[in-house]
C-alpha cells in the first residue's frame, strides 16, 4: 500500500506561483500512477494532473494546461505540482491520490492542502 502526505499548499495572489508536494511511503510508490485533485466549495471534486510510475506520460485538465506541472521523483518518493500563473479559480483542497498502473479507480488519498489564490 501507499500512504500520501501533501505539503505546500496557502495564500498568494493571482499570478503568482506555488508547488504543491505529495510525500509518500510504502513499497509500491515506484509502481504507482499518482494524481492531484482538487475540490472548491460547492464544485465537483476534479482530476488536474496525472503521471504514470515512470513519469514518462502526463495528463492535464483543460483548466491547467499551460500553467501547471507534475513531476515525480522515485528515489525520494515524492510527487510535485508546480503551478504557475494562478488564478482565484484555482481556489481549492488539494489532494494527492495513487493507484495501480493495472487500476482505474484511485485507491490511496491524502489529507489534502488549501490553496487560497486572491484577485
Known amino acids: 500500500q501507499v500512504q500520501l502526505v501533501e505539503s505546500g499548499g496557502g495564500s498568494v495572489q493571482a499570478g503568482g506561483s506555488l508547488r504543491l508536494s505529495c510525500a509518500a511511503s510504502?513499497?509500491?510508490?515506484?509502481?504507482?500512477?499518482i494524481a492531484w485533485f482538487r475540490q472548491a466549495p460547492g464544485k465537483e471534486r476534479e482530476r488536474v494532473a496525472a503521471?504514470?510510475?515512470?513519469?514518462?506520460?502526463?495528463y492535464y485538465s483543460d483548466p491547467v494546461k499551460g500553467r501547471f506541472t507534475i513531476s515525480r521523483d522515485n528515489a525520494k518518493n515524492t510527487v510535485f505540482l508546480q503551478m504557475d500563473s494562478l488564478k482565484p479559480e484555482d481556489t481549492a483542497v488539494y489532494y494527492c491520490?495513487?493507484?495501480?498502473?493495472?487500476?482505474?479507480?484511485?485507491?490511496?488519498w491524502g489529507q489534502g492542502t488549501q490553496v487560497t489564490v486572491s484577485s
Open positions: 491520490a495513487a493507484r495501480g498502473s493495472a487500476t482505474i479507480n484511485y485507491n490511496y
Open positions: 510504502g513499497r509500491t510508490f515506484s509502481s504507482s500512477n
Open positions: 503521471i504514470s510510475s515512470s513519469g514518462g506520460s502526463t
